[in-house]
């Protein structure tokens, strides 16, 4: 069984850029959650989505969205980039929604210069 | 390097030795909690979980203890090897029906000595 993938695994964009990440769940899972992992702030929540909704969202900025299409793979949107963006982004599959059970993908590097 | 917190809490033990790894949780209402692991380049790999009306849960070589008096977890591995060097994350299941989400402790770096 395939599991959580996310492309690309690497991205270096500039400051004003808009930048899209992806995210595949396992096979069966409708939600996909979205987390931002830093050093100075740990792995913090960013969304939820669940059958095509957005069920529960982190305390972010409105220049971060996403959306879930009908086979449950996940985009995650980020306008006007800033220098803070810069991170390791995480998706999270799992079946039901919530976070039980929620297996991860290897993450998308950004960087934003 | 993985985007890790700098300056993370080290538990560092010899290969073979059982390791301990505790966690402090935040919300007495969180009632499921997942271990994760996380090594240098690579997303959190889900260990094991437990919910809330357990106190004790145990997989292949992990054993997770669930104290919801004073709100700890505690993750036991045992024999180490150098594979379980990473970070290690407790992650709690907390808010409203509909609105539940994990929410993450800071992480312990696990070091294996050879």
């Known amino acids: 069984k395939a599991g959580v993938t996310q492309t690309p695994r690497y991205l270096i964009k500039t400051r004003g850029q808009q930048v899209t990440l992806s995210c595949s769940p396992i096979?069966?899972?409708?939600?996909v959650s979205w987390y931002q992992q830093t050093p100075g702030q740990g792995l913090q929540f960013l969304f939820e989505y669940f059958s095509e909704t957005q069920r529960n969202k982190g305390n972010f900025p409105g220049r971060f969205s996403g959306r879930q299409f009908s086979n449950s793979r996940s985009e995650m949107n980020v306008s006007t980039l800033e220098l803070g963006d810069s991170a390791l982004y995480l998706c999270a599959s799992s079946f039901g929604q919530g976070g039980t059970e929620a297996f991860f993908g290897q993450g998308t590097r950004l960087t934003v210069v | 390097g993985e985007s890790v917190g700098l300056h993370l809490p080290t538990l560092s033990v010899q290969e073979g030795d059982n390791s301990i790894i505790n966690c402090a949780y935040s919300?007495?209402?969180?009632?499921?909690f997942i271990w994760y692991k996380q090594e240098s380049g690579k997303g959190p790999q889900f260990i094991i979980d437990i919910r809330s009306n357990m106190d004790k849960r145990q997989g292949q070589r992990v054993t997770v203890l669930l104290n919801k008096t004073v709100k700890h977890l505690s993750l036991q591995i045992a024999a180490t090897q150098p594979g379980d060097s990473a970070v290690y994350f407790c992650?709690?299941?907390?808010?409203?029906?509909?609105?539940?989400?994990?929410?993450f402790g800071s992480g312990t770096r696990l070091q294996v000595q050879p």
């Open positions: 992650a709690e299941n907390q808010g409203p029906p509909g609105r539940r989400a994990l929410t």
């Open positions: 919300n007495s209402a969180s009632d499921y």
């Open positions: 096979s069966g899972h409708r939600s």
